[in-house]
C-alpha cells in the first residue's frame, strides 16, 4: 500500500484517500482569447510524461478535501515530498542545470 502524506492534514495515509489531479504547475494563459485551437489542445491536453521525478496535483479526497502538490518519482512510485497549493516547487530535489 502506498501511503501519501497531505501537507495540510500533516498526516501520511492510505492512497485509496487521495485521487489524482493531473501535472502540476502547469501555467494558464495570459490571454486565451489570442490562443488558436492547437495552442489550446496543447494547453489542455500536452503533458510532459516524465520518467522519473514528476510534479504532481493531488487532492485528499476522504480528508480535508484539499488540492496539494506532490513530487513523485514515476519509476518507483515513491513520494520525495507533497507541498500545499500554490507554494513554489521545491528547488532542492530538482537536478542540477534542470530548467523548467
Sequence with gaps: ??????????????EVE???AGEAHIARPADPTALGDEAWR?????????RGL??????HINGCGRFFNAARD???DKFATTYK???ARPSALEPEGAQR
Excluded: K, Q
Design 1 to 14: 500500500m502506498l501511503l501519501i502524506t497531505c501537507p495540510y492534514c500533516a498526516a501520511a495515509r492510505p
Design 42 to 50: 496543447d494547453h489542455l491536453y500536452i503533458r510532459s510524461n516524465t
Design 54 to 59: 514528476h510534479h504532481e496535483r493531488w487532492r
Design 85 to 87: 497549493a500554490g507554494e
Design 74 to 76: 514515476t519509476v518507483t
Design 18 to 20: 487521495f485521487a489524482y
